[in-house]
């Protein structure tokens, strides 16, 4: 059994079970399922009807689809205010609009909701409709209870209530219930959920009953009354069962295993039920409840402790309700265990955890723990210093809970003294009206009779009729599905095929003018016919135009289908928003608007897809460009929290209107005082798209004439890995890493540090600030390669380029030039300037790793050629001018002094004149091999020049190539070729 008594872990199930209830909010019935066939059959209804018909069939469409199916809602309710408008129809245009409320409040997209029911109340109160207003107060109160401001809520859902045109008040009762037991004020809690408990009954919406009856439990266990709770309880599991929702089975089951009075066999059927659901359901937040709980009984059906373990490293990190459970399991194994060190790390991160929540009761839990741990390792004072405390809350949670229940007593006294009163009287009245209602009834009842009588045979004859009319129809909407769904078939893979063919002739066109571009001749055409380079220039951009706009219909068509998915890589996600930022600067620049980045200035490590996050900050900053006028400004603000990351991107531009806020995510929606910019209304569409498809959500704000402002929420994945931050001379590991070293330059420190998140688990980095910085430490640290941007202070990246191709010291190593700059002249300047590589941002992260490894495995060819090679003078395959100018000055000092026996890295270096040590880098860098090695290696490949060509014996060849020891040389001599000298000999000669 558990080491607490269960109930004071039950309040984190109730809040969770609270929550789970705002499925409900909204005063229309909830439909578990769509039923299918009333949705074809209304759909194939459409065809043909009439305007006003049609607006009808999407109303009845409407209420099959909400609320489960929120996509295929909410495109029905743009049809329906759509054609309410057309037809001038103000209270379905409300109607419509109140649905679009719902939606929203499902989506949790709570600001849109005020801007909607505001709008609708400006228009109901005018008009006089009152059914409208009392949905929009309904809208209103489920946003503010979603937020957590409970007086709001409670205020507007009074408004609604007390409406005239409120029908079903039984939702709005339990609404009401649920903000007073948030608010501890029970016996006007109990009192709303008994009414809306009756009725829900009254109206069979069994799904409200469940919820209210799950509420109620909550609300007894609250006051420790847990037979009523499970009763309760049961009954909410019962009715989640009827009606197939196996979510809402799970939280019951919850809460009935964690009721401290319910009989163990009944908890363990309750923990082992809930486990098996949670698996099907994959559930993982609920699976580590009743993973914990069957873990503290040490049940079979889980492995323990390791599930617990592998639960907590899930949800360490973002630490919520089922985090309770988690780290109570933990403490309850370690005891168990006798682990009695471990069981208090693991309490008091509890305890602080429960100090940070506010959380009396999880305090209280994680003492008591503490308390159980200092009593059984006889640790007397800090058992002293924890239960003053501990005794203290718990009298002041038990003169609560004491306060609450008697509270609920005397209100259920009171209401039954009236109930008494009230059917006394009831009776009296009854008796002095029986006597009239039974003459009343018995002439009403000989009256009926006749009329039966008299039509029974007309029922008969049309009930065959209706029957035989329904089978036929039934037969013919049958047909007419299969044909529907072929040509929805028929025309989504007609979409994709033809999107897809587009690809091919503008692959075409953009290789040719690419081909055209690269060509030498080209240079003199600019120069000699400005126009027609233009007009190539244009061809070029509206090609890339088309190719993205095909692009972005091909991802629509692929999330239709459900085929397009989330590609995660680990990095820096501030840089790498930093660096697509980049790519804006000339746009930016030619429009003279200012562009700001605030905020979140620390890496961000975490996983994303970086082409989806490259389609969101490119469609929304060109979008933000576009409609801001010459001369004003954009700011892009970036902030972090432990779970989300936040990208608010603000304009002061032309503004969207407040009627079409709502619409501007719709696929091919343009807004109308914008139909004349470029656009196809499919970019903020896909834009949404791709931010659910990674869990996180968009929304906009915007006031005519004013700006807009857009704010993009993502989850953070927290990566295993942990990002190490370099400053500007930073180097990771130079001395002891024998991985590739690369070099960094790059003034934008944002930048820079997404590059280096790139890189740094496969490469050894460095990192300049600015393109001098950048020589310098290239000469000092010679490093395997060099990445380099552009535009920098100091100088610039054709500079550092030039500076380091034409040094002997540094001339071998390869450059990738990085940059924003995509004309061909630029690309034709950096090649001049002997950059190896060219990649222009934003840029795809595994293209440059591989471009990187290309240009490195590049390399260890050329070196690994140059140790094969048995030639005297050679220098290493693809060497440039600098290289072998450098190789032959060094083969001529060995030559000239071979046997000096002063030779070798200092007298070498020396006479070339730089450091022994730049000496060893250059050469390990060109031949994979140090100084001395390459010395005795050339000495060697002297020696067997002369053995093969002259007849001087060993010992006269060892001393003519600077050998002073016979036995070295040979023994040199063997290594490296696999054979003596006198073997070779005899060789030649034989």
Known sequence: MSLLPRIVRLHIVFCFSIFHCFSSLDIRAQTNEVDIPQADSLTHLLAGASEARELELYRELFEVYFPNHLQQAYTIDKNIIALSRKLQIDSTYLEGLNNLGAIYNHRGQFDSVLIVSQHILDIAKSKGDQKSVANAYCNIASAHERTGSLDSALYYNNLAYNSEGLKRKYSLDNNIGRIYFRQNKYPLAVD???????????????????????NIGNLFAGIQNYSLAEHYYSRSLALKNELGDQKGQLYALVNLANLPDVDSLNRMQYLESGFELAKLEQDERILAIFTSLLCEENHPLTNCPSDVLTAYDKFKDQPSFEFTF???????????????EAAEVKANEYLQFSTQQQSLEDQQSARNMLLRIYEQTGNAEKYMTVSRVYYAVKDSISQSVNLNAFAYMQSEIDNEKNERINSLNASLEAQKKSRNRIIILSLAIAVLLAALLFNRSRLVRFQRQTITKEKEAGRY???????????????????????????????????????????????????SDPDLAKRLDSIERNSNNLMELVSRFLELS?????????????????????????????????????????????PIDTSFDPEKIRHIVSNLLSNAIKHTPIGRRIELKLSATEAHYQMVLSDNGEGIPNDELPFIF??????KNQESTEGTGIG???TKELVELMGGSIQAHSTLGEGSTFTVSLPIQKSSNTLVESNAHATSGLEDDKRPLILVVEDNQEVSKFIVSCIEYDYRFAVASNGEEGVIMALELLPDLIITDISMPLKDGFQVCEEIKENELSSHIPIIMLTAKASYEAKLQGLEKGADDYLEKPFDVREMLLRIQNLIDIRE???????????????PRGSGLIDRTFFT?????IDDNIQNSQLGVDFLAREIGISAAHLNRKLKALTNLSTTKFILNHKLKHAKNILLNSDANVSEVADQSGFNSVAYFVKCFREFYGQTPGSLIKDQES
């Open 684 to 686: 903020l569409a896909l």
């Open 192 to 214: 709303h959920f008994k009414r809306s408990i009756a009725g829900a009954t009254e109206a069979g919406d069994l799904n409200t009953e469940a919820i209210v009856s799950n």
């Open 558 to 602: 692929k999330l239709d289908e459900h085929a397009l998915k989330v590609d995660l890589v680990e990095g820096d996600l501030t840089g790498y928003i930093y660096y697509l930022t980049e790519s804006f600067e000339s746009l930016l620049k030619d429009k003279q608007i200012a562009f700001e980045i605030q905020g979140q200035t620390l």
């Open 889 to 893: 000055k060094v083969y001529q000092i």
């Open 477 to 527: 909407l049958e047909t007419m599905n299969v044909v529907l769904k072929e040509q929805q078939e028929f025309k989504k893979r007609f979409y994709s095929n033809v999107t897809h063919e587009f690809k091919t002739p503008l692959t075409v066109i953009k290789g040719s003018i690419q081909q055209i571009q690269n060509e030498k001749r080209f240079l003199e055409v600019r120069q």
């Open 666 to 671: 719709d696929r091919y929606y343009r807004v």
């Open 861 to 875: 060819s050329i070196r690994a050629h140059f140790q094969t090679s048995d030639t005297l003078h050679i220098a």
């Open 326 to 340: 988690i780290i109570h399991a933990m403490i309850t194994n370690f005891l168990r265990d006798s682990a009695y």
